[in-house]
Nanobody
Framework: VQLQASGGGLVQAGGSLRLSCAAS????????MGWFRQAPGKEREFVAV????????DYADSVKGRFTISRDDTKNIVYLQMNSLKPEDTAVYYC??????????????????WGQGTQVTVSS
């Protein structure tokens, strides 16, 4: 599975961005999809996940109420809508795919495929 993330950029605090992750896999609908991020000098961390069946979602506490993950299985795309952005959201954001073996994959090592990352910079 090849994943292509896009939509990053520079935004002021309080602004919004929508990230997209396009998948090459025709059975995309069978994959759990996640977003992770890595800030400078920090380890990569979980942001959000959406299950392959039913679209159940979960989020890191730091983004709950501000970020929304969604998917369009007809287009093989997963989105991350980011609102009320804060400077601490500045990071490289990665999308990832897990082949459905995990109920709710939160850990990086559960994921099978990764996109190349897209930079999000939030200015104060």
């Amino acid at each position: 599975v090849q994943l292509q993330a896009s939509g990053g950029g520079l935004v002021q605090a309080g602004g919004s961005l929508r990230l997209s992750c396009a998948a090459s896999e025709p059975t995309f609908r069978n994959y759990n999809m996640g977003w992770f991020r890595q800030a400078p000098g920090k380890e990569r961390e979980f942001v959000a996940v959406i299950r392959w069946a039913g679209g159940i979602t979960d989020y890191a506490d730091s983004v709950k109420g501000r970020f929304t993950i969604s998917r369009d299985d007809t287009k093989n795309i997963v989105y991350l809508q980011m609102n009320s952005l804060k400077p601490e959201d500045t990071a490289v954001y990665y999308c990832a795919a897990e082949d459905g073996g995990s109920w709710f994959p939160f850990r990086q090592d559960e994921y099978d495929f990764w996109g190349q990352g897209t930079q999000v910079t939030v200015s104060s």
